[in-house]
């Protein structure tokens, strides 16, 4: 999973038909070798471009909202940083490399979600990561999110500003 830059949720049961969309809009942004893997996970694709992630959220953005496409079964877009084992151990040691690119004046949140993972609660898992980071949080209104997406022993982990996701359902 190392690889993976991007995790696209896409409609239950429509994989095929959403991985041919998201390989032509990767190939309509300019790659054309983009590679598209389901995961374990119902409903979340794997992507590796060779784009920049955040770009390739934020082209996808403005050539939707100004109506330059159409999408049916790609609902979300999510930038990945870092992946690593679904161990609290592990993904506390990627998220303290994270925590360093928040500033002393910004206000962050977390999310996390929990894919084919039963170790922990959800809200467990954000205590544990969360406890070493100073800055002052903000759920309402964060200036950068630290995303964990659990997918079953594998732990995808984005330090993203809020509008760096994409999701047609808002």
């Known amino acids: 999973m190392q690889n993976y830059n ?12 959403a991985k041919e969309e ?5 190939s309509k942004l300019g790659d054309e070798n983009a590679v598209v ?4 996970a119902n409903g979340i694709a794997a992507v590796k471009t060779s784009l920049d ?15 330059k496409i159409m999408l049916f079964y790609a609902i979300k877009f999510v930038p990945v940083d870092e992946w690593c084992a679904s161990e ?13 690119k928040i500033l002393p004046d910004e206000k ?5 979600e929990k894919r084919r993972w039963t170790k ?4 467990d898992v954000i205590r544990e990561l969360a406890k070493d ?3 002052k949080v903000d759920l309402e209104n964060p200036d950068k999110i630290l995303r964990i997406d659990i997918i079953g022993k594998h732990a995808a982990i984005s330090l993203i500003k809020p509008d760096e996701i994409f999701s047609t359902r808002k």
């Open 53 to 67: 992630a955040r770009e390739v959220v934020k082209k996808i953005r403005e050539l939707y909202q100004s109506g």
């Open 37 to 40: 893997d389901k995961t374990i």
């Open 6 to 17: 991007l995790l696209v949720s896409y409609e239950l049961y429509e994989f095929k038909n």
């Open 120 to 123: 922990m609660h959800r809200i």
């Open 88 to 100: 609290l151990e592990e993904m506390k040691k990627v998220v303290d490399k994270l925590k360093e």
């Open 22 to 26: 998201i390989k032509a809009l990767l």
């Open 108 to 112: 962050w949140a977390m999310e996390v």
């Open 133 to 135: 980071i100073k800055q």
